[in-house]
């Protein structure tokens, strides 16, 4: 009996990535490492997968391939630099918070780490069954994630609420796939497709097991009606938690949903598209909406975090080349510039803080500028402002959608994107232009008293308004916000460095 030949370069990220998590797990439990040498296991290997990525991504010929089940070819490589880049500054901020709300610092780390080999994975898949495992082991790994503070309550209930929808999506995507399974007889991407050329034996099957697939990739990246969850994890969760999170798993669940859709579904492209257009103008409309009226930072990036899948949505409903080129750029950006915005919150919060309150800004530019002209660069490049990362994300979006017919959903993003200018501008005008609470009227503090009062009742401490002492800014915290600013500033200034790319790296999955 001969046996397979398994090319395991394929998965030298994964690989990477994951001895390093089982090496984490026994240093910390054979000696009790302290919690920098964990951090930096867990950063030299991130970076040593990243750099395994972009060497394969450069070998000539052929992608790799293990058997049928996953390749490394361009665009899975890229989507790899991507979520290495929002684990890396997750890392980096985690480096001083974790350590104060748990003593199980190798377990987050390893954590962290598993869940990047499941992201990983998901843009890799070429089976369905493939996704469906690799989407398991992420989300396994981010369930314990949220809940990491136990002391903290509303951690514990967004583990739980993180949870429960999350078994409910999973089973969503399982019955998607068997069902295109019964229409196509396979789970393999490539031989769905030429399944479909051919014509369906059941469309009525394949159809609704493109409905249900759609929401199990919604829930993930958070797309209107199925991003419930998210206001409630995202401030719940420890914040390094939530920067990770925000962008890694948007970039592993946009990675296999455009593999997905645009390599297995293209036959179906007429039907999905408009079902994907309208869940994009209504996650853009209702995120952008809903942050109009929040005062807490966390919760505000939380609806800001679904109008931006929205946006990358956007790219996928055109259904081009150029539109998954424009979605893989806008996920490189959004992980910099949102990180970043997760980072200075990250530094603002003080111990047994959930969120932080928007008037903790006010007077930030004065107290520490350099934090508040970071902050400033991830709001203009959240809104869209040239010459920042987000500015061209948009450009590339919207302009693939114009390529292939869609001006009308463009339109919609682009009032989106005005309607976001005024809470994300809200936050500098807080920073610059504001007094701080120090400096306010006498009438603030015959308030003081019913404020403690409060605080003692309250069974966690909630944010503050008014209060503008700064927590302490680690050195790990500032090097996680600086390399997030100057990869916002480097990509919206030389955004043709990646273009080029991006564009052949998308090729593979046409």
């Known amino acids: 009996m001969t046996l397979p030949t398994l090319d395991l370069v394929v998965l030298l990220p994964q690989l990477i990535v994951l001895t390093a998590a089982l090496l984490v797990l026994v240093v910390d439990g054979l000696s009790g490492a302290r919690s920098w040498l964990l951090a930096g296991i867990s950063l030299v290997a991130l970076l040593a997968a990243g750099a395994a990525a972009i060497w394969l991504s450069l070998q000539p010929g052929e992608p790799r391939r293990l058997q049928a089940m996953a390749v490394a070819d361009g665009f ?25 709300i748990s003593q199980q610092v190798g377990s987050y780390y390893a954590l962290l780490l598993l869940a990047v080999v499941g992201m990983m994975t998901m843009g890799a898949a070429l089976d369905l069954i493939v996704v469906f495992l690799a989407l398991e082991i992420l989300s396994l790994a981010l369930y314990i994630l949220a809940g990491f503070n136990r002391s903290e309550p509303r951690s514990a209930e967004a583990s739980l609420k993180y949870f429960l929808l999350g078994a409910f999506a999973s089973a969503f995507f399982l019955y998607g796939a068997a069902l295109v399974y019964g ?26 097991g493109i409905a249900l697939l759609i929401v199990g990739f919604g829930f993930k990246v958070a797309l209107v009606p199925f991003h419930m969850w998210t206001p409630d994890v995202y401030p719940g969760a420890p914040t390094p938690v939530t920067a990770f999170m925000s962008a890694a798993t948007k970039a592993a669940a946009f990675a296999a949903f455009l593999r997905l859709f645009l390599t297995a579904l293209p036959t179906a492209q007429p039907t999905w598209s408009w079902a994907l257009a309208v869940l994009a103008a209504v996650t853009m409309t209702l995120g952008n909406v809903a942050a109009l009226r929040q005062r807490e930072l966390k919760r505000m990036l939380a609806y800001s975090s679904i109008a931006h899948a929205g946006y990358a949505a956007v790219g996928l409903v055109a259904g081009t080349a150029q539109g998954a080129g424009a979605v893989l750029f806008y996920l490189l950006a959004y992980a910099f510039m949102n990180v970043g915005a997760f980072g200075v919150v990250a530094a603002l919060e003080r111990a047994g803080e959930y969120d ?8 930030l530019s004065e107290r520490q500028p350099a934090l508040a002209a970071a902050m400033a660069i991830f709001m203009f490049s959240l809104t869209g402002i ?15 959608a114009v390529a292939a017919g869609w001006g009308w959903l463009v339109v919609i993003g682009v009032i989106n994107s005005v309607i976001s200018a005024y809470y994300y501008l809200q936050v500098t005008v807080e920073m610059y232009f504001a007094a701080p609470a120090a400096e306010a009227p006498a009438a603030a503090a015959a308030g003081k008293k019913g404020r403690a009062v409060a605080k003692a009742a309250a069974p966690s401490p909630a944010p503050e308004e008014g209060k503008a002492a700064p927590a302490p800014l680690s050195r790990a915290t500032a090097a996680a916000v600086l390399a997030a600013a100057l990869g916002t500033v480097l990509i919206g200034v030389l955004p043709a460095l990646l273009t080029g790319w991006i564009a052949q790296a998308v090729q593979g999955i046409f």
């Not at 899975?76 to 991507?82: E, G, Q, S």
């Not at 050329?197 to 394949?206: E, F, H, I, K, V």
């Open 183 to 208: 229409a196509t007889a396979s789970l393999n991407l490539e031989a769905i497709a030429a399944a479909l050329a051919g014509g369906s034996r059941s469309p009525a099957m394949l159809y609704l």
């Open 356 to 363: 932080v309150a928007r008037g903790r800004l006010a007077g």
């Open 76 to 100: 899975a490589l890229l989507f790899d630099v991507v979520i290495v880049v929002a684990a890396v500054l997750g890392v980096l901020l985690a480096y001083q918070s974790i350590p104060r």
């Open 386 to 400: 040239p010459p920042f990362a987000g500015f061209f994300g948009k450009l590339y979006v919207f302009g693939a």
